[in-house]
């Protein structure tokens, strides 16, 4: 069974920026084929997807939300997936979870099998 847990969230200044991993535990076997993806939900909102990460090809995309801001990538052999959220808004208040899925990559929270709790971010103007 794959565990996700992610961290690095906390309380940050608009225009500044944070750093949020997410470390993989279990069948890290088969963490080479997984796609991973960043997820975040604000109060009263759906979840949306932020930026993903294809391990077996090392393609990273991202929403246009966050496009030039957010930066995803894998530390290898460190079973880490890190989120790099520079020029940090107040929209980008939300609770951010770490997914992954088997590939191919897709944006829909509902077709990811694993998740984390998730790491709150909350960024004040």
């Known amino acids: 069974q794959v565990q996700l847990a992610e961290s690095g969230g906390g309380p940050v200044q608009a225009g500044g920026s944070l750093r949020l991993s997410c470390t993989v535990s279990?069948?890290?076997e088969t963490w080479s084929w997984k796609c991973m993806a960043w997820f975040r939900q604000a109060p009263g909102m759906?979840?949306?997807?932020?930026?993903?990460?294809?391990?077996?090809?090392?393609?990273?995309e991202y929403a246009y939300s966050v496009e030039g801001r957010f930066t995803i990538s894998q530390d290898n052999g460190q079973n880490t997936l890190s989120l790099q959220m520079d020029s940090l808004g107040t929209e980008d208040t939300a609770l951010y979870y770490c997914?992954?899925?088997?590939?191919?990559?897709?944006?829909?929270?509902?077709?990811?099998?694993?998740w984390g709790q998730g790491t709150q971010v909350t960024v004040s103007s």
């Open positions: 759906k979840r949306e997807a932020v930026a993903r990460y294809d391990l077996h090809n090392h393609i990273a």
């Open positions: 997914a992954a899925r088997s590939w191919p990559c897709t944006w829909v929270a509902s077709t990811y099998d694993y």
């Open positions: 279990g069948y890290t």
